[in-house]
Nanobody, 123 residues
Framework: QVQLVESGGGLVQPGGSLRLSCAAS????????MGWYCQGPGKERELVAT???????NYADSVKGRFTISRDNAKNVVYLQMSSLKPEDTAVYYC?????????????????WGQGTQVTVSS
């Protein structure tokens, strides 16, 4: 069983900063790509940023220069540093990871999602 647990969301004023964390736990053999997605009110879930196990990153155009994704492979944690926040960044932010588990010699990879954490940017 694998779990992704996010933390760090909350209410922040425009121009402010927040740091989201997502910790993976369970029967983990290997974690490949990790990422953050967001879903605003009445919108589809969309990509925010991803990071490979080697540290290569990819960002949505809307967050480039404002958000930074990073990870600690030893702790199985991915972070999202959010700066210069705008009201349009308001959304539920979800952690995602491709994780390989191994049991009885069989390795199986799958995508896992966290439960989401609310970020609200408002004055």
């Amino acid at each position: 069983q694998v779990q992704l647990v996010e933390s760090g969301g909350g209410l922040v004023q425009p121009g402010g900063s927040l740091r989201l964390s997502c910790a993976a736990s369970g029967s983990i053999f290997k974690i490949n790509a990790m990422g953050w997605y967001c879903q605003g009110p009445g919108k589809e879930r969309e990509l925010v940023a991803t990071i490979t196990s080697g540290g290569s990153t990819n960002y949505a155009d809307s967050v480039k220069g404002r958000f930074t994704i990073s990870r600690d492979n030893a702790k199985n944690v991915v972070y999202l540093q959010m700066s210069s926040l705008k009201p349009e960044d308001t959304a539920v932010y979800y952690c995602n990871a491709f994780i390989t588990t191994k049991a009885v010699g069989l390795a199986v990879g799958d995508y896992y999602w966290g439960q989401g954490t609310q970020v609200t940017v408002s004055s």
